[in-house]
C-alpha cells in the first residue's frame, strides 16, 4: 500500500484516557475506519508507519505531549542468537507448534485465563473474561494465525500472529506461568523470528517500546532492532 492510498484512508481519534504504561501522562490513539476490512494489504501499508491491530480494530498512540511510544521490529535477515536465546532455544526443542483454525477448545481459554491471573494481575487486562478473550484474541484479520505449543499433549503456550507483506507481526502471546524455566515469553519471539527467516520475511514486529517502561525492556534483547522516529525506520545502537 502506498502513502498515497494510506492518506484516503479515514481515522478517529479518542479522547484523552489514562496511560497504561507511564503512571499520571495521559493517552491519545488513532483508530483506523473500522468500517474498513483490515486485509492484508492495508494492514501492511499501515504496520510500516507505526500502526498495529487490537482485536478487530488497527490503532497507533497519538498523544499530546508524549511520544514515548515507539513502532520496533527485529530485522531478522541480520538477527543472531546470542548464548542465552541459544540455551532458551535447546530447552525448548521439545515443543511441537500446531496451527489452529479456530480458538474453541476451552483449554486455551483456561490457559490465558491462569496467564493473566499470574503476570498481569492489577493491570488492564485483569481480571480474565471471556468477553476480553473473544474480542482480543479470538478476533481475527486476513493475516491472522493462531499457534499453539505443546509438551506432548500438554498446552503451553499459544501465539497469536498477524503475517505481513514483509513480516510477522507478534500480536499478543500466553504461555503456562508455571513453566518459569523455559522463559517460554522468549521462546516465543524466537520461534516466530525463525518462521519469518523461513518464509523470506525481513521482519518481525514487536509493537511498541518505551525506554522508561520496565514491562518492556525485554524487547532491546533482540538486536538488530529498529525504532520508528520521525516516520523513518532507525536502527537501535
Known amino acids: 500500500m502506498q502513502i498515497e492510498e494510506i492518506q484516503r484512508l479515514h481515522f478517529y481519534q479518542t ?32 504496520a510500516t508507519v507505526g500502526f498495529r491491530r487490537s482485536g478487530a480494530h488497527l490503532y497507533r498512540p497519538a498523544c499530546d505531549q508524549c511520544q514515548a511510544c515507539l513502532s520496533c521490529r527485529i530485522r531478522v535477515r541480520e538477527f543472531r542468537r546470542n548464548k542465552r536465546f541459544r540455551r532458551i532455544w535447546k530447552r525448548n526443542e521439545d515443543l511441537v507448534s500446531r496451527p489452529l483454525r479456530h ?21 488492564d487486562m485483569h481480571p480474565p473474561s471471556r468477553e476480553q478473550y473473544q474480542s482480543f484474541i ?39 506461568p508455571e513453566l518459569p524455566s523455559r522463559s517460554l515469553g522468549t521462546y516465543m519471539i524466537l520461534w516466530q523470528i525463525e518462521r519469518a527467516w523461513r518464509l523470506n520475511l525481513p521482519y518481525v514486529y514487536l509493537g511498541y517500546w518505551i525506554k522508561e517502561c520496565g514491562k518492556m525492556r525485554y524487547k532491546t534483547d533482540f538486536r538488530p532492532l529498529e525504532l520508528l522516529l520521525n516516520e523513518k525506520w532507525v536502527l537501535l545502537t
Not at 478476533?139 to 505449543?149: G, I, K, M, P, Y
Not at 500438554?154 to 504461555?175: I, K, P, Q, W
Open 138 to 176: 479470538e478476533a481475527r484479520s486476513d493475516t491472522t494465525q493462531f499457534h499453539a505449543f505443546y509438551l506432548q499433549d500438554t498446552l503451553v503456550a499459544l501465539a497469536v500472529v498477524d503475517e505481513l507483506d514483509h513480516g510477522l507481526s507478534a500480536m499478543y502471546s500466553f504461555f503456562d
Open 15 to 46: 479522547s484523552p484516557h489514562p496511560c497504561s504504561y507511564l503512571e499520571g501522562q495521559e493517552a491519545r490513539t488513532i483508530f483506523m475506519d473500522p468500517a474498513v476490512p483490515v486485509t492484508r494489504a492495508v494492514y501492511s501499508g499501515l
Open 103 to 123: 480458538l474453541d477448545d476451552p483449554r486455551y481459554f483456561e490457559l490465558y485465563c491462569r496467564y493473566i491471573n499470574a503476570r498481569h494481575a492489577g493491570g
